[in-house]
């Protein structure tokens, strides 16, 4: 048995080491408490330090757009704490042992322990293919088990958890919970000691599982070793579980009370405790997960002595027709089946489109809009390098404190990260953007207008930048325009369509240089009709789409 060595810092993020201070908008963030229902104004428990907890995969098989999109969510949270210049601590943990992760490894012939580290890979590639930042820590169950057996030993010594024994009083392996000696057990979930703060939360009340509304529901199967008769309660939950008959002996820690691998929830106290010690400012999760998961986790932390988070927040599913998306009920898209279909920009840019609290309904049409919203950063991000003579260095956006950036940007990220919001302040700067764009051939000042140019420019880089969507940043950059497995067709489509549209440019020219401007504008409107917008600039007429 072993056990993890002292924690290594495994990522420093760009944009916490280069804003040096926290910026004054800092003062004005609000964020959602799932245990108060109620957006509340954000303090660090450590000036300057922000530790969030975020619970990552059970790696039993390929990530899918569901999983993602909490990750999505999570790392727009964290990029916004660091562009408010906080230095934050993300840890997401690795559940590698796990009933399903067993007994799928066992279907298929493999060893558990290769199964899991095969779709750890492959989570880990569908991070980084999304631009999802790599946490600080990233631990592993399987590395943390002298952690977990200390944790049970101190709930059990402060009278808050039981081992069962056999007729004979040996340890059977099964340590259970002690709900009816925990008073505050319930306080992260049960919606009626609570009034509901807004329509957002009323829909995830009412789809999330809770203490008001347990039971094996199709969303969180129960753990069959919480079906045991062995229990005082049937609130209790596993803390540790006997082993099965059919559990591979090198999936059994030996322990005081008996031989046996750790119930699900006490793997994320131990680790949130081990990398963030006492309370820390945020632990993070999909909604599914708020009960039992959290429920017990909170308890379990607190019954051994240790303070928990501070903050609890959870992001909402992926829908497809109203029904979440998961493999349980055959509806799951893989990441791999969704990135050969489209970029992997636009897949970012779909599922961090609606404020994490919202459901997120998946369908082409949320595909299309985010293939548009590409379409509109892109080119204006083009020309407007073009026009200033060059784009500014990924140093300057990533420099960028969010005191300097537009307000309503600002407004909308600090009002419990309103995406929504806030993309509609970045293509607002692009509209002004494009203004300037098509008067600059006008102007007299005309350093002075590229100068207005430019700094829009470097708004609009940096706004995307926080939302992880800065198409010349990694690992957009590396991999084309808009990144992903599907950014070959996106450019073939685009070029065949600019091809088409310069086309109708120069018969356009050739109109105006003969003063035929009645056919010039016929072009023009026939292309508008088709919803392509065109601007006269010094470098000749550009094209985009509405």
């Not at 082993?243 to 591979?248: A, F, L, Y």
């Not at 949130?272 to 309370?279: A, F, I």
């Not at 050739?510 to 003969?514: D, G, I, L, M, P």
């Given at each position: 048995m ?8 495994i ?5 916490a080491?280069t804003?040096d ?7 004005d ?6 245990a108060?229902h ?22 039993q098989?390929?990530p ?15 990029r ?12 997401r943990?690795?559940t590698d042992?796990?009933?399903?992760i ?10 558990w322990w ?5 779709y750890e ?7 980084n ?17 002298i ?10 010594d ?9 007729e ?10 002690d709900v ?8 992260l ?9 807004d329509a ?7 789809m999330?599982p809770?203490?008001?509304?347990a ?17 005082h ?6 803390l540790?579980?006997a ?6 002996l ?17 793997e994320?106290?131990a680790m ?8 820390f ?10 009960f039992?998961h ?9 019954a ?7 903050r609890w927040m959870?992001s ?10 998961s493999k349980?009920l055959?509806?799951?898209?893989s990441v ?17 489109s ?11 049409q ?15 991000i083009?020309?407007a390098?073009?026009?200033v003579?060059g ?6 956006i ?7 950036l537009p307000a309503d940007?600002v ?5 419990d990260i ?15 953007g ?17 100068d ?5 420019l470097v708004?609009?880089?940096?706004m ?14 590396s991999?084309?325009?808009?990144g992903?497995?599907?950014?070959g ?5 685009h070029t065949?369509l600019d ?5 109708q440019l120069?018969e356009?020219a ?5 003063k035929?401007?009645?056919r010039?504008d016929?072009?023009r409107d026939?292309l508008g009709?088709a919803?392509?917008?065109i ?12």
């Open positions: 072993t056990n993890t060595q002292e924690p290594q810092n990522n420093i993020s760009s944009v080491t804003v201070a926290v910026a004054s908008a800092a003062a963030l609000k964020l959602y408490d799932t108060s109620a957006v509340s104004n954000f303090t660090p428990i450590k000036p300057g330090r922000v530790g969030m907890y975020v619970c990552g995969a059970t790696v098989s390929s899918h757009i569901g999983h993602i999109r909490a990750a999505v969510a999570f790392d727009v949270v964290r916004w704490f660091e562009r408010l210049g906080y230095k934050v601590t993300f840890v943990n690795v042992i796990d009933d399903k067993l007994d799928k490894a066992a279907a298929a012939g493999q060893q290769e199964r899991a580290y095969i890979r492959e989570f880990t590639e569908a991070y293919t999304l631009g999802v930042e790599p946490p600080t820590y990233e631990p592993r169950a399987t590395g943390h088990m952690d977990m057996i200390d944790l049970i030993k101190q709930i059990i402060n009278g808050h958890g039981y081992v069962v024994t056999d004979n009083g040996n340890p059977t392996g099964n340590v259970y919970f009816a000696s925990w008073p505050h057990y319930g306080e979930t049960h919606q009626k000691q609570t009034a509901v703060a957002a939360s009323e829909v995830a009340d009412a999330g809770s203490v008001d509304n039971g094996n529901d199709k969303y969180n199967p129960v753990d069959p070793a919480d079906m045991s008769e062995d229990k309660d049937p609130r209790d939950f596993a540790w579980k082993p099965k008959d059919s559990d591979p090198d999936a059994r820690w030996n322990t005081p009370f008996g031989t046996g691998r750790p119930g699900w929830h006490i994320c106290s949130s405790h081990r990398y963030l010690k006492d309370m400012d945020i632990h993070g999760g999909g909604l599914d997960l708020r039992p959290h429920e017990n986790e909170m308890a379990q932390t607190r051994a002595g240790y303070d928990s988070a501070a959870h909402a599913w992926v829908t497809a027709k109203g029904e979440k998306m349980s055959g509806n799951g898209l791999p089946a969704v990135l050969a279909e489209n970029s992997a920009w636009v897949v970012r840019y779909a599922l961090g609606v404020q994490y609290r919202s459901m997120l309904e998946w369908s082409d949320t595909l299309t809009e985010a293939q548009s919203a590409y379409d509109r950063v892109s080119n204006f083009e020309r390098g073009a026009a003579g784009q500014p260095p990924r140093e300057e990533v420099s960028i404190s969010a005191d300097a940007f407004a909308a990220m600090n009002d309103n995406v929504s919001g806030a993309s509609a302040a970045i293509f607002t700067a692009i509209r002004s494009n203004t300037l764009l098509s008067k600059l051939a006008d102007r007299v000042d005309s350093d002075v207008a590229k207005e140019v430019r700094a829009v708004n609009v880089r940096a995307l930048d926080t939302l992880g969507l800065d198409p010349l940043a990694e690992p957009w950059v991999e084309g325009a808009a992903g497995a599907g950014a067709a996106d450019s073939a489509e065949a091809r088409l549209v310069s086309e120069e356009r050739e109109a105006r240089k003969a035929d401007f009645a010039a016929a072009i026939a009709a919803g392509i917008t601007e006269d600039t010094p470098q000749g007429p550009t094209w985009t789409l509405k």
